[in-house]
């Protein structure tokens, strides 16, 4: 948006899932750009964030949001996590 964009938000949880969104792209992203975009209308806003590394298979999509999921069990975190 061309202004600023200000929203009342849980202002840990949503930095917690910002950095998060933000180290993925970083260590999945194939050292390539990361996009971050911004987006609101006078009742919300969107953040997104997107990296151009390899992506998941559709059988990996299916488990995204599983707890502790790994698309690559061999891989080993580098920079921590939640």
Do not use: M
Request: hydrophobic share 35%; charged share 25%.
């Amino acid at each position: 948006p061309s202004t600023p964009v200000t929203a009342e938000v849980e202002q840990i949880r949503i930095g917690r899932i910002l950095r998060n969104l933000i180290v993925n792209a970083i260590e999945h992203g194939e050292k390539k750009n990361i996009d971050v975009y911004v987006a609101a209308t006078a009742e919300s806003c969107a953040v997104s964030v997107r990296d151009h590394g390899v992506g998941l298979t559709a059988d990996q999509v299916e488990h995204v949001f599983d707890r502790f999921w790994r698309g690559d069990p061999s891989r080993r975190r580098t920079l921590g996590g939640t």
